[in-house]
């Protein structure tokens, strides 16, 4: 389903993913493990299209199409989905009108939009699902939500969206034990039912208990320095990353970019 070669990306005249190579199959869910700063996030908002991220050199490919000559809106619409580690705060628009908004733009296999009545019922069960306040859908998005409440509406709005590749940075911070349960049982729904891959961003082991990856994925220093199965993801919980870095002859945390073989232009 996604395809990424050599992807090589900047921000602000630094380098930050440096030759990423990596692969995600129809219905797969792909851990992507790190510490902080590697480049786990760039690596999502590269893949989404963020406008402060520079794609140096390398190509991304969704379903054999090239994603990096779509706007954003044209990967949402492709069915690529971001939950985005801080969300943000849209005052005035409410959930209900924001998400529907939002579905009227995804293509339909009959070429419909969905009737408010079928939205209502399906919003109304999606909120359900995820124990979520009854009045959340007439809020403003995100606007005086708790921490906990932001990223459960992420998931919510994944739940409505449907999308063929869901993305999630690190969904599970903010949430209590309880509610890490309820948002992985949610993913793995909707997984069941689309054959929905999965590309998670997280640091802890209890969310992967419940999603259960298929590949775990180490990112250091911009850099994919090991891949293994989701026994790396006990390895790394009960070693840390020190042991993954020495193995990989990773000395220091920031890596020079005059040791890069593809250097940013500077202007």
Known sequence: MLEIKDLWVSASGTMILKGINLTINDNEIVALMGPNGSG?????????????????KGSILFNNED???????????????????????IS?????????????KKPSSDGKIVSVYKFAVKLDQAIDDLHMEKDLADRYVNEGFSGGEKKKNEIL????LEPRLAILDEIDSGLDVDAVKIVSDNINDLRKKNGMSILS????????EY????????LINGMIV???????????????FEPIKKEAGIEDEVELLENCAFKVEKK
């Open 67 to 89: 994603l990096l000559k779509m706007t954003v809106d044209e990967r949402a619409r492709k069915g690529v989905f971001l939950a985005m580690q801080s969300p943000y705060e």
């Open 40 to 56: 786990k996030t760039t690596l999502s908002y590269a893949i989404m299209g963020h406008p402060a991220y520079k794609i140096e």
């Open 92 to 104: 005035g628009v409410t959930n209900r009108d924001f998400i529907k908004q939002a579905l009227d």
């Open 201 to 208: 961003i997280s640091h802890y082991h209890r969310l992967y």
């Open 211 to 218: 999603l259960k990856p298929d590949r775990t994925v180490v």
């Open 226 to 240: 090991k891949t293994g199965g989701p026994e790396l993801i006990d390895e790394i919980d009960k070693n840390g």
């Open 157 to 160: 709005q994944m739940k409505m």
